[in-house]
């Protein structure tokens, strides 16, 4: 092969590539980076994408050239010349996507090992998924609450189970997934580095409410963490409508119902607004306890969770009764 075409050949493969670069490295396809497990995830994404941008480089311009350099001139209808194929070349290109799968995968495995490795002493959190909502619960601070709350830059283990069907959890700019399997605990390790409120979302098909399975992370300062866990505690020993307030928003009550005094707006079972007035603190405490006794016309019954009278204690459930009793007058 003569070096003019070589010349030509090479030149327009660097043009498709400098294209397919600034493509795929000057548009913000992903969400900001969060944690630390993230920035490694986001370097092993960056290398793939390098090594699969040469490559469609390199094919491209080779296929471009051969289109236009040996194209079939007008009133040529011989047959191609019988060529046999380079056993050199066949072997150069099974030789060099094999090593560079090797290298994906090799990285790829340090940078699991990594996000795997647990630091002594870190921070471990208590996550229930159930249908639609997450709870979580700091074990050694004796809080529970609907929206996760970490401390900036400190090791996190979350500890997930259903109580259901299988969940997935997900915060993009984390950029990690897990499923949280029932009959079995799962384990997601993070550490937060960028302070924030981001989303967390199921991210496997669980059920009618599973668009409205979400809540927040929230990264907060050190100072910040532990005035709120401060707050929690106060809250908590506070009783009445405020703990019953509290008690709605950790259990996330508001992703499946309407209540105008809380904000929820969710539609998966009916309105409390409608369907509460005028009904008795035994009557709400039954529906809360055992959802499955009396169904609101057009519901389905088995959605919501039977389990909240086993799961909440009794002055937690006469906090939430009288809350939503006096959310709901008229």
Not at 73 to 79: A, C, F, S, V
Not at 83 to 98: K, R, V
Not at 118 to 136: C, G, L, T
Not at 284 to 307: E, K, L, T, W
């Amino acid at each position: 092969m003569r070096k003019s075409p070589i010349i030509q050949l090479v030149l327009l493969g660097v043009v498709i590539g400098a294209a397919a670069m600034v493509a795929a490295l000057a548009i913000p396809w992903l969400p900001d980076v969060g944690s630390k497990e993230a920035r490694r995830v986001d370097d092993l994404y960056l290398l793939t994408s390098v090594i699969c941008l040469v490559i469609f480089a390199i094919v491209a311009a080779a296929s471009l050239y051969a289109v236009i350099k040996f194209r079939a001139r007008p009133g040529d209808d011989e047959d191609g010349k019988p060529i046999h194929g380079h056993t050199g070349l066949e072997a150069l290109w099974t030789a060099i996507p094999a090593a560079l799968v090797t290298v994906i995968a090799i990285y790829s495995g340090i940078v699991l090992v990594k996000n795997e490795d647990a630091v002594p002493n870190h921070r471990v959190i208590e996550v229930k998924a159930v249908q639609f909502a997450w709870s979580f619960t700091y074990p050694d601070l004796g809080v529970t609450t609907g929206v996760l709350r970490v401390p900036v830059g400190e090791q996190v283990e979350l500890q997930m189970e259903s109580e259901d069907v299988i969940h997935s959890f997900w915060v993009p700019e984390w950029r990690l997934k897990q499923d949280v399997v029932p009959g079995i605990t799962t384990r997601y390790l993070i550490t937060p580095d960028k302070p924030g409120a981001f989303p967390v979302i199921c991210t496997e098909l669980c059920g009618l409410g599973h668009a409205t399975m979400r809540t927040s992370a929230v990264v907060l300062s050190s100072a910040a963490f532990d005035a709120w866990i401060e707050e929690e505690r106060q809250a908590a020993s506070a009783g009445g409508t405020a703990q019953g307030e509290r008690v709605f928003a950790d259990q996330g009550c508001g992703s499946c119902h309407v209540l105008a005094a809380a904000g929820a707006t969710g539609q998966v079972g009916p309105s409390l607004d409608e369907t509460l007035p005028g009904l008795s603190a035994d009557a709400i405490r039954q529906s809360i306890a055992d959802p499955n006794a009396q169904i609101a016309p057009g519901f389905q019954p088995g959605v919501m969770p039977p389990d909240y009278g086993e799961k909440l204690s009794d002055e937690q459930l006469d906090a939430l009764v009288q809350y939503l009793m006096d959310a709901t007058k008229g």
